[in-house]
């Protein structure tokens, strides 16, 4: 596996995790029904899509990748002021959303960095982003 289709793979197996970090601990402030199935349904699509990109990665020797440390912490340092200041669904639909579009933002940015990765990284990329245009669709109800 080249170089460029294991750099893909790793920030999409990064992005994965951020997600499905997020969610888990937005599922702690969720009080709607309705929201938290949507957030395990998402979960649950990110941790399938991060299980075929560990997959991948493994085939060649490589391991995912853990999602970057500073980022990591801003992430979550970001979540808890706002759910903090504002601890209700609403909030959670709205930090949900900003993940979604940083997430578009970054893999989108990483399949146009390495325009030579595999046919099936690009493809894993694709799908992931439009899991998050997805998500972000359905969040946009709870805002």
Do not use: W
Request: charged residues 30%.
């Amino acid at each position: 596996m080249d170089t460029n289709t294991i750099q893909l793979l790793k920030e999409c197996s990064s992005g994965c995790q951020m997600a499905m970090e997020s969610v888990k601990k937005m599922r702690e402030y969720a009080k709607d029904s309705e929201l938290n199935h949507l957030l395990e349904a998402y979960g649950e699509k990110h941790r399938t899509l991060e299980g075929k990109i560990a997959d991948q990665l493994k085939s060649c020797g490589k391991y995912e990748s853990e999602p970057a440390k500073m980022a990591e912490i801003m992430a979550k340092t970001e979540m808890n002021v706002k759910m903090f200041i504002h601890p209700d669904d609403h909030q959670v639909a709205k930090i949900m959303m900003d993940g979604c579009n940083m997430g578009i933002q970054s893999v989108s940015e990483y399949v146009n960095k390495y325009p030579d990765a595999s046919q099936e990284s690009q493809d894993m990329a694709k799908q992931l982003i439009k899991i998050e245009e997805d998500f972000m669709q359905e969040m946009k109800g709870f805002v």
